[in-house]
């Protein structure tokens, strides 16, 4: 039986190649770990705002219910405005 003599530089072959995937794996999983605490950030900043237009949505709110109330008592003083004028008008000059 005769032994090939290309089997060493064969086995180096494959650890090579197989040395060369475990570093592809690193430089894979530490791209992951990047990307996933961008992902873990970008989310937290969504949260951050989505809490922020929460709070102006509520600001909101209350600014229009404020000038609804005010545009009521406008309404309501307008209509005793009128109410003065017609009897003033009523009143006229004295003769």
């Known amino acids: 039986m005769t032994v090939d003599p290309d089997i060493p530089r064969r086995v180096a072959q494959v650890r090579h190649d197989i040395d060369d995937l ?11 770990n990047t990307l996933t605490g961008q992902q873990r950030r970008l ?3 969504v949260d951050e ?7 102006h949505g509520g600001r909101l709110d209350r600014i229009q219910d404020n000038q609804r109330r005010q545009s ?10 009128a109410e003065v004028l017609k009897v003033l008008r009523g009143l006229g000059p004295s003769d």
């Open 43 to 45: 989310a937290n900043r």
């Open 72 to 81: 009521e008592q406008l309404a309501e003083l307008s209509d005793q405005l």
């Open 49 to 55: 705002v989505q809490q922020t237009l929460d709070l």
């Open 22 to 32: 475990y570093a592809l794996q690193t430089t894979a999983n530490n791209a992951l």
